[in-house]
Nanobody, 124 residues
């Protein structure tokens, strides 16, 4: 079992940067594909980024590609989301999640473990 705790959210201005962290419990963290999702007010939760168990493969939603970077440190059981050039439309609650599925990682239903979320608010 994996427990996930996000941190690093906050209120920033457009163009600023934030780094989210997701700390995981358990000794099997390195065997999970990790994903970041977000949910804006009044909208469905959507895929943001994912990283393979080794960190060697990453994928991003088109809306964040080139601005966000996902990374992981398996020695620290932590996954990160570096967010640069933030826009007001990035405002959302950001969730990290863990899955053993290496292929369908864009699908929320494939993730068995979720954090509680951290709020990111970008003002214009």
């Amino acid at each position: 079992q994996v427990q996930l705790v996000e941190s690093g959210g906050g209120l920033v201005q457009a163009g600023d940067s934030l780094r989210l962290s997701c700390a995981a419990s358990g000794r099997t963290f390195s065997s999970y594909t990790m994903g970041w999702f977000r949910q804006a007010p009044g909208k469905e939760r959507e895929f943001v980024a994912a990283i393979s168990w080794s960190g060697g493969s990453t994928d991003y939603a088109d809306s964040v590609k080139g601005r966000f970077t996902i990374s992981r440190d398996n020695a620290k059981n932590t996954v990160y989301l570096q967010m640069n050039s933030l826009k007001p439309e990035d405002t959302a609650v950001y969730y990290c999640a863990a899955t053993r599925n290496s292929y369908y990682y864009r699908m929320q239903s494939q993730y068995g473990y979720w954090g509680q979320g951290t709020q990111v608010t970008v003002s214009s």
